[in-house]
Nanobody
Framework: QVQLVESGGGLVQAGGSLRLSCAAS????????MGWFRRAPGKEREHVAR????????YYADSVKGRFTISRDNAKNTVYLQMNSLKPEDTAVYYC????????????WGQGTQVTVSS
């Protein structure tokens, strides 16, 4: 089992920045692939970013590439999503998720944190 708690969401103006954090517990954090997803009103869930167990391998959706950075601190059992140059279309509930197998099943999810970008 993995428990995930996100924090850091809020309201920001377009062009601004936010950093989301996701604290994990319940399993050896360094053995788990971590990811960030988002769901905007009326849209499908989007896989925003992913980071491998050691923090070397990363993936970004085209919509956020060059603006968002995912990182992890295995000593603190925490994964981060640094979001810069935010746009109104980034408005969504952001979720972190954990994938112990690395197979893309994502069985563990946090409760989500709201990010609202005003124009």
């Amino acid at each position: 089992q993995v428990q995930l708690v996100e924090s850091g969401g809020g309201l920001v103006q377009a062009g601004g920045s936010l950093r989301l954090s996701c604290a994990a517990s319940g399993r050896t954090f360094s053995s788990v692939v971590m990811g960030w997803f988002r769901r905007a009103p009326g849209k499908e869930r989007e896989h925003v970013a992913r980071i491998g167990r050691s923090g070397i391998s990363t993936y970004y959706a085209d919509s956020v590439k060059g603006r968002f950075t995912i990182s992890r601190d295995n000593a603190k059992n925490t994964v981060y999503l640094q979001m810069n140059s935010l746009k109104p279309e980034d408005t969504a509930v952001y979720y972190c998720a954990a994938d112990p197998t690395g197979a893309g099943s994502w069985p563990y999810w946090g409760q989500g944190t709201q990010v609202t970008v005003s124009s």
